[in-house]
């Protein structure tokens, strides 16, 4: 059973630039989350999904930030316009649906968006 | 808002010694998870045990147990028999009972010397 996929592990962009982020949940978990870890921080939340729907954004900033789970395909988190306070490790996690595995989630290995 | 936190930012053990790491929370929740993650050199983050908080028996999971004390709200690793490989940081989590969302500590830098 394979894990967590996240892709691409590293990711230089320009100022400016887009930057896409995709994640891949294990195999039978719908729920994706999606956490940001700065430079001598912990994790923090940002974005819950299932299939097709946004369930939790709360910590997403407003602007420029935005993620989705379609029916078919990884998960994407994509930033617009990237700015250097951007360049962080973003972690994508998966759980599967309540009631499994005991709320555990797990997550992949991680992209790290390095901005120039 | 619960709140997660990890009071030692570094800590060593010699090889095959014991080290415990400190976690506090704060909740007003009854029904919660508490998670210990290790993120080595790799930065991948490992499950290495998790706590229900209605048992009272503490997790253990080969050489790493917790030290569960609910009233205290308090969550320490305890790692026996340390091994280089166990170098890593360190991070205690909360999550709710009817939440989705991991609350994280700041981490402890764990060292081990050979």
């Known amino acids: 059973n394979a894990g967590v996929m996240q892709n691409p592990r590293h990711l230089v962009r320009r100022r400016g630039q887009e930057a896409r982020l995709r994640c891949s949940p294990m195999k039978g978990h719908s729920h994706v989350y999606w956490y940001r870890q700065l430079p001598e921080e912990g994790l923090k939340f940002m974005v819950y999904?299932?299939?097709?729907?946004?369930?939790?954004e709360s910590g997403m900033p407003k602007e420029r930030f935005s993620a989705e789970f379609p029916k078919e395909g990884p998960s994407i988190l994509r930033i617009q316009q990237v700015v250097r306070g951007d360049s962080a490790a973003y972690f994508c996690?998966?759980?599967?649906?309540?009631?499994?595995?005991?709320?555990?989630?797990?997550f992949g290995e991680g992209s790290w968006l390095t901005v120039v | 808002a619960q709140t997660v936190t990890q009071s030692q930012p570094e800590m060593s053990v010699q090889e095959a010694e014991t080290v415990t790491l400190s976690c506090t929370y704060d909740t007003s929740e009854s029904d919660y998870y508490l998670f210990w993650y290790k993120q080595p050199p790799s930065r991948q983050m490992i499950l290495v045990i998790r706590q229900e908080a209605y048992k009272q028996q503490n997790a253990t999971e080969n050489r790493f147990s917790v030290n569960f004390q609910k009233a205290a709200k308090s969550f320490s690793l305890k790692i026996s028999d340390s091994q280089l490989g166990d170098a890593a940081m360190y991070f205690c989590?909360?999550?709710?009972?009817?939440?989705?969302?991991?609350?994280f500590g700041k981490g402890t830098l764990l060292t081990v010397n050979p």
């Open positions: 999904l299932q299939k097709e729907n946004i369930i939790d």
């Open positions: 996690a998966s759980s599967p649906p309540r009631g499994g595995s005991g709320n555990t989630i797990y």
């Open positions: 989590a909360y999550r709710g009972g009817s939440n989705y969302k991991l609350t």
